[in-house]
């Protein structure tokens, strides 16, 4: 394990959860009593983080990201005075995302150590190997591009139907599709260490046989990534916007099944690794 990889990917997580077991503490003991609820300091600092990252990435593409959901429900527990479960929210994604941040770096500080060693042609030879996923993180952009406004759509029809505000809540957190985001990039990066690993770029060694284990390998990436896509992204955080606007599941439940999601996409794609 490298552990300046995981010191940099979860010490906000952890300093968030001390927090929120200090803000529980607090409400536990007798005769103590703060001029605000104790959930809100968890929750401010850990809401602030997401809210300060979703401002600078519109910042910096003019683009209004998915994270602006996640805002959204942790305004929303504001208004509500729902504090404690917008604090518990706050933290399980914010360790989603440094589980998200651990995996990606790993995956990627492997990969480019493994192909230092590769010449200028085994490099090209590394980039027209993965040229024909392009196609599916296009459209894994395209999804997102307009699957804001429509998961806004919905809210606000749920809303006014049902004028229950954690039923809204719960389903802003489940469609943040950062499981649909890695689908592809999890893929790719697990594929590409198994290659170099395999020493499959160093065709003019190996040749035909590379060059067979290189279309085997992307065959099975194609296909990984569809299933990340189909079941993970698509599949689970369908059922979970479907039980949340039926208001069968909690927003604290459904920050658990987003994170599920989403680590299920990294369990799919490590397969590649063995293939």
């Known amino acids: ?3 300046k990889m995981f010191r940099e990917a979860f010490w906000f997580p952890g300093l968030v959860l001390l927090l929120f077991l200090l803000a529980v503490l607090a409400e536990q003991v007798p005769n103590f009593s703060l001029p605000f609820p104790a959930a809100l300091v968890p ?3 850990a809401g602030g983080y997401v809210a300060v990252n979703t401002a600078v990435s519109f910042w910096r593409t003019r683009e209004v990201s998915t994270g602006l959901l996640v805002v959204l429900a942790l305004i929303a527990t504001v208004f509500t005075g729902e504090y404690m479960e917008g604090a518990e929210v706050a933290f399980m994604l914010l360790l989603g995302e440094g589980l998200e941040d651990y995996a990606m770096n790993r995956g990627r500080a492997a ?7 590769l010449t200028p042609e085994e490099r090209r030879e590394c980039e027209n190997f993965f040229h024909q996923e392009s196609t599916l993180e296009r459209l894994t952009d395209r999804f997102s591009r307009y699957f804001l406004p429509f998961v806004l759509i ?4 749920l809303f006014a139907v049902t004028k229950d505000i954690h039923r809204v809540m719960s389903v802003l957190v489940i469609a943040c599709p950062c499981s ?3 689908s592809g990039p999890s893929a790719v990066l697990a594929s590409v260490e198994n290659a170099a690993r395999s020493g499959m770029f160093l065709s003019e060694k190996n040749g035909a046989a590379a060059a067979l284990r290189r279309e085997t390998l992307l065959r099975k990436t194609r296909m990984v990534i569809w299933e990340n896509i189909l079941l993970f992204a698509f599949l689970m955080n369908f059922i979970g916007i479907t039980l949340s606007g039926l208001g069968l599941l909690p927003v604290v439940y459904g920050a658990v099944l987003h994170n599920l999601s989403t680590l299920c996409v990294f369990l799919n794609s490590a397969r590649l690794l063995r293939a």
């Open 1 to 3: 394990m490298n552990k």
């Open 154 to 157: 919905v809210c606000v029809l």
């Open 111 to 117: 990969a480019d150590g493994l192909l230092t060693a």
């Open 180 to 182: 649909l985001v890695l």
């Open 43 to 45: 929750l401010v600092v």
